[in-house]
């Protein structure tokens, strides 16, 4: 069973495990603990934590301004996929940003990304696209695509 909870600063060190985890190093996607504490402390911002089992499972980190919301982290451990850990999370975040009076909830990702899948089972359509906006380790370039769905 998934028990989602909200996080704290101090579950930073399960962040970083997941995302080391599941991020590939290759593409950069990963943030630092001092960019997540960084934005975490800023208002309208919430980490939220899927744990199985008393282990955290993954995280999805969000913030809220005004009417719009946007995705800014998901990840599940790999350790915990395909056990709907990561559907579990972006549905509390929907719940979440439409709580808070978000309108609509944004999301952006790397072009190829396979998690673009489940974004469009949960309703999500492609809005935008970033030519070369992601650098990956060795210096490759890869394109964003920005995704919104409606929380109305």
């Known amino acids: 069973m998934i028990e989602l909870t909200r996080g704290t600063a101090a579950d930073i060190g399960a962040v970083e495990q997941v995302m080391a985890e599941a991020f590939d190093a290759r593409f950069g996607e990963a943030w ?22 008393g282990e955290v499972a993954g995280f999805a980190l969000t913030r809220a301004i005004v009417d719009e919301a946007e995705l800014l982290l998901i990840a599940t451990a790999p350790s915990h996929g395909r056990r709907g850990v990561g559907a579990a999370l972006l549905r509390s975040v929907m719940a979440d940003a439409r709580a808070r ?16 899948h489940m974004y469009c089972r ?4 492609k809005v935008g696209e970033r030519r070369a906006y992601y650098r990956g380790r060795a210096g490759e370039i890869f394109d964003a695509h920005s995704y919104a769905v409606s929380l109305t």
């Open 122 to 125: 949960h309703g999500f359509t």
């Open 32 to 53: 630092t603990r001092t960019q997540c504490l960084g934005i975490l402390g800023m208002p309208g911002v919430w980490l939220t934590l899927a744990k199985i089992d």
């Open 101 to 116: 009076g978000a309108a609509r909830l944004h999301l952006e990702v790397r072009a190829g990304n396979p998690a673009t």
